[in-house]
């Protein structure tokens, strides 16, 4: 398997700032998730980081052209058919079946959600941020509108987990890597 690191250079190679941040943001959740539920914290961090690997550059191809880049590569099938299985129903018809995918394909629209949220606030911070904003922000459809609440509300049915309760989880999992995702508190 390759390292976290090689893995974090291959997902530069393809992304800019903006995706990077994201994937940062998805595998310190995914990797929340895996320590939770006694799974393997790296290979559901590998996951996380590198889902959205084709995403900028080839959009209309998303998760197909990542299998194929990380086949080239060398990568594991397991993680190859949780990122594929992310997209399902929007990209791809590859259904979510173990935990990691099921997680995988909850979380990455609600870390999304979750950081538009933390950037609103007068700290910018993750840190301070209640369920209760998350919630009252996922009822305003105008607000960042590109983190499809549907698929958020399906991936929890999925995990079987309150909507509320996997909200609240994605907040302490975000709150771990604040300082790497640019939403620590900071001295003014």
């Known amino acids: 398997m390759a390292t976290r690191q090689e893995a974090l250079a291959l ?9 990077v941040t994201h994937g940062l943001a998805v595998e310190g959740t995914m990797r929340y998730f895996a320590r939770k ?3 393997d914290e790296e290979v559901w961090g590998m996951v996380g980081l590198l889902h959205d ?5 080839f959009p209309s191809e998303h ?10 590569r060398g990568y594991d099938e397991v993680i190859i058919r949780a990122i594929m299985s992310h ?3 929007i990209c791809t018809d590859v259904e979510p079946l173990s ?5 995988l394909y909850a979380i990455d629209e609600l870390t999304g959600l979750i950081t538009a949220c933390a950037l609103v606030r007068p700290s910018k911070s993750v840190m301070d941020l209640e369920l209760s904003s998350v919630k009252k922000k996922f009822k305003t459809l105008s607000f960042a509108a590109g983190a499809n609440r549907e698929v958020i509300q399906h991936g929890a049915a999925m995990m079987g987990v309150p909507l509320d309760e996997l909200i609240g989880e994605v ?3 975000m709150r771990a890597i604040a300082p790497s995702l640019g ?3 900071k001295n003014n």
């Not at 997902?11 to 995706?19: I, P, V």
């Open 11 to 19: 997902l530069k190679e393809y992304n800019g700032d903006a995706l």
């Open 63 to 72: 998760c197909h052209k990542t299998a194929e880049i990380m086949r080239e």
């Open 53 to 57: 690997l084709d995403y900028e550059k």
């Open 37 to 39: 539920n006694h799974e």
């Open 99 to 103: 935990l990691m995918e099921k997680t």
């Open 183 to 185: 939403l620590e508190m």
């Open 87 to 89: 997209g399902f129903g």
């Open 171 to 173: 907040i302490l999992a």
